[in-house]
Structure formats: C-alpha cells, structure tokens
C-alpha cells in the first residue's frame, strides 16, 4: 500500500507540475526552500543538543505552536527545537517568531521516503510533534523505522477529512501505527480518529491550544505604531477584515459603503488578505473602490492618518493590530475554506464577526455561538451578505454597549478555556523523557566529556 501511496504521489506531482511552475512564476511560491523540500538541510549547530522537531503546515498551526515552544523551553531546556513548515507564508512567520527560540527553521521535505530519510539523518530529532493533523504517510514511516517518537499535537480532524480517510481505513490504520500519542482537540476529534485505527491507549484529549496562543502578550511597540501612524484613535471604531480571500475583500468593500450610510459614521477599515501573493491583487481592488487607501508596507507618510482603508500587506503583525479593532471579521468563512482563527481577536476582547463556513473551527465556533461571544452571518448569497454584514456592522457601532458584551464574553471564553498547553506538556513527557535517540545523544555526549541535562 506504501508503493502505491508512493506512485500517487509521484503521479500527483507531475500531473500538478505545471501549476507549481506557474505559481512559481507568477508569485514565487514553491521557490523558496526547494532544496530543502528535496531533504538537503544544513546540520543544526546546537551543541549536540537532543532535537524536538515540531512541524506546523502554514501561519495558523504556527501561531498555535508559540505557547508549545514557551513551554518546551522551559521544562525541557536540556532540548534544542527545530521548526518546519510547508508554506511560504508560515515560514515567514516561523522565522520572525521563532528567530530566538528554534536552533533551525525550514521547509517540510517532499513525502518520499529516501527525502524523508536524508532530512531525519541530518536532523537527528528525538521527537518529532506534528501540529494539528498533517500526516504524511512515508515520513511516518521513516520516523518508525528510526525508533523516532512522534505525536500529534492539539490534533484535529474535520467530518470532512475523515470522510475521506475512511475511505482508506486500513492503509490509515497502518499509518496511524507509527504515531505515538495523538493529543487532540475536542471529543469528536478523539473519536474520528480512533474509528480509524489509533489506538485508543495512545489518544487524549487536552483542549485546544490556540486559547492559550491568543492569549499570549503581543507586540505593544508595534501596535503603538500602527496607532501613531495611521492615527488611530479610540473614539474612532476601527474595523479589521482579518485572513481574507476572495471574494471576501469586495464583499467587506460594499458592505463598508453601505455602512458609511446607514451608521452615519465613516469608520476605519484595515483588510489583511490571508495569503501573501495576492496583496497585488486586493491593492488593485482598492485603486478601483474609490475610497482613499493605503499600504501598510508604503513609505509612511502624513496623510496615511486620513486614509479609509489600509491594506495590511506584511507578515506577522497581524494580532498586533486585534488590540487595536473594535470589530474584527475573521475571514475564510464567506468563502467556503473552513474559516480561520477567531481566538487571538476574540482574546483581544474584539466583537468578531465571522461567515457560516467554520468547519476548521467548528466546535470552537459553536462554543462562542452559544455564549453569545461571537456574531455568524447566515449562509446566503453573496450579493445579500454584502446586506447583511452591513447591518450586522452599523448596530454594532450604533450601539458600543452591544459591541463592548460580545468582545468581553468573547475574552472571558477564551480566559476559561486556557489550559491546554500544560496538560499537552505533561503528556509529551512520556517521549521527551524516555526517547531512545536522546539516550543515544546523552550517551554520545557523555563519551565527549559534554555536560548532560
């Protein structure tokens, strides 16, 4: 089964060639890193260190590690950590948060198992903690043969995805065999991939540690410098589309129109397109929109203070600007991605708004739903959420007291479910205690006359 997943896989990558060189060519995706996809990683300089290799896929698995890097640090510091991902977006954000506390950053190896061998004789981890649930069948594999630990970590799996999983059950099953400990999310979670084929024995529940990421201290020099600049005062509501994609970035754009209308009052905009290859796109949006706009990357200049919209078309400066909105709307979910985020705004004390498409957050949506802590537009045509976004908007500005409850039943939700990184640290103990290879690097060490933790 491993030889067939293998051939697909090598189909699938021909068969998609094109598309990577045209993304390649177009916005430069894919470029970056190629070397280390194809497993050439230079060696990490850690004094012979026992390596923790934590893999995040994009900016959302990353920004939920920061609290699991805190951690590890703190009550493992006998570890040195080395962080992968598989977008360019996420490195970029890997590389900015973690610049102090990860001995190595870099691109996920391609899932062959003779790339995944070079990349895991360089690396040498003793664990390897997947966040959420990226499973990748040959380098699992590798890992196992290589008595390498692995976990998953604040794991997840959508009805959407095991739908498709089941579907190869027992080729899932025999992959699942190589993790070690699944420490999951929700009870669903739990379940779904235990009707899987992981051992139940191996599988916890902790909660979900993006409460404890959004809760986490932000940049203040960074939001006063947002305020400075762009001159952002507290009886001015600022409005933030936050993780956009089309056509979430026109639909905000009409909706503020009608709000400037119907409220009688012109509030500031920020949009901060999810993914960074298409600020162009949304930048050409804004020159026809009519509304005075501009780019946060821009040379600052005296009349940026006067602008309606500001695009905010960098990487990793967007949860210093949650502090700074009255209301947040978190994007990917007018569009049909599944959603994104909505914990760092709400532990912000924003009024978030979000569409009715949150399957990747789904249990956490309904939480906030229930508690009235978050506001969901109905599923409706594009053209009438336009409508219904900007009515949603104007009662929240026509009435600060309504907009002031959802964002403080929005903190205190997040506040009440922190927690999940301590109890996933105490559960990586098992392996980060008892791993093989750190034997072997304590040993090794040793026989050098090195210090050991």
């Not at 090794?444 to 210090?451: I, K």
Request: charged fraction near 25%; hydrophobic fraction near 45%; aromatic fraction near 8%.
């Amino acid at each position: 089964m491993y030889f067939i997943y293998s051939l697909i896989l090598g189909l699938g990558f021909l068969i998609l060639l094109p598309r990577f060189l045209i993304d390649a060519f177009r916005h430069g995706k894919y470029v970056a890193g190629f070397r280390e996809r194809l497993g050439l990683l230079p060696r990490i300089q850690n004094d012979g260190r026992p390596v923790v290799w934590i893999h995040c896929v994009s900016v959302g698995e990353t920004q939920a590690a920061r609290p699991l890097v805190k951690g590890i640090r703190e009550r493992f510091p006998e570890y040195s950590i080395a962080i992968s991902t598989v977008t360019l977006t996420g490195q970029n954000l890997a590389r900015e948060i973690f610049k102090h506390d990860a001995a190595h950053i870099f691109y996920f190896p391609f899932d062959w198992r003779w790339i995944a061998r070079k990349s895991l004789r360089t690396i040498s981890p003793a664990a390897v903690l997947i966040m959420e649930t990226e499973l990748w069948p040959g380098f699992l594999r590798e890992c196992d043969a290589r008595q390498v630990p692995v976990a998953i970590v604040n794991g997840r799996l959508s009805e959407k995805s095991f739908r498709r999983y089941r579907f190869i059950r027992r080729f899932m099953s025999r992959v699942l065999s190589s993790i070690s400990l699944a420490i999951m999310q929700t009870e669903a979670d739990v379940e779904r991939l235990r009707a899987l084929g992981m051992d139940a024995d191996k599988t916890f529940l902790t909660g979900n540690m993006k409460f404890d990421a959004g809760s986490m201290p932000v940049n203040d020099l960074l939001s006063a410098e947002f305020r400075r600049r762009f001159k952002l005062a507290d009886d001015a509501p600022l409005i933030l589309a936050a993780s956009t994609h089309a056509p979430e970035e026109v639909i905000i754009l009409n909706a503020i129109r009608q709000v400037f209308s119907k409220s009688g009052s012109k509030p500031r905009l920020v949009i901060a397109p999810r993914h960074p290859e298409r600020f162009a796109e949304v930048a050409d949006l804004l020159k026809a929109s009519g509304l005075h706009w501009v780019r946060r990357t821009a040379a600052a200049d005296p009349r940026d203070g006067e602008a309606e919209v500001v695009l905010l078309d960098s990487i990793g400066e967007l949860q210093s600007a949650y502090s700074l909105a009255s209301i947040v709307f978190v994007g990917g979910s007018i569009a049909k991605t599944g959603g994104h985020n909505i914990l760092e705004p709400a532990a912000a004390g924003a009024a978030v708004i979000t569409g009715p498409h949150t399957y990747n957050f789904q249990s956490v949506v309904e939480t906030f739903v229930a508690a009235g802590a978050i506001i969901q537009l109905n599923p409706i045509s594009d053209s009438a959420v336009i409508t219904e976004l900007a009515d949603v908007i104007s009662e929240l500005l026509l009435n600060p007291g309504r907009r002031q409850e959802v964002g403080e039943r929005a903190r205190r939700l997040v506040n009440e479910n922190r927690g999940a990184t301590d109890r996933t640290l105490e559960l990586l103990t098992s392996i980060l205690r008892d791993s093989p290879n750190v034997a072997q690097t304590d040993s090794s060490l040793r026989a050098q006359g090195a210090p050991t933790a």
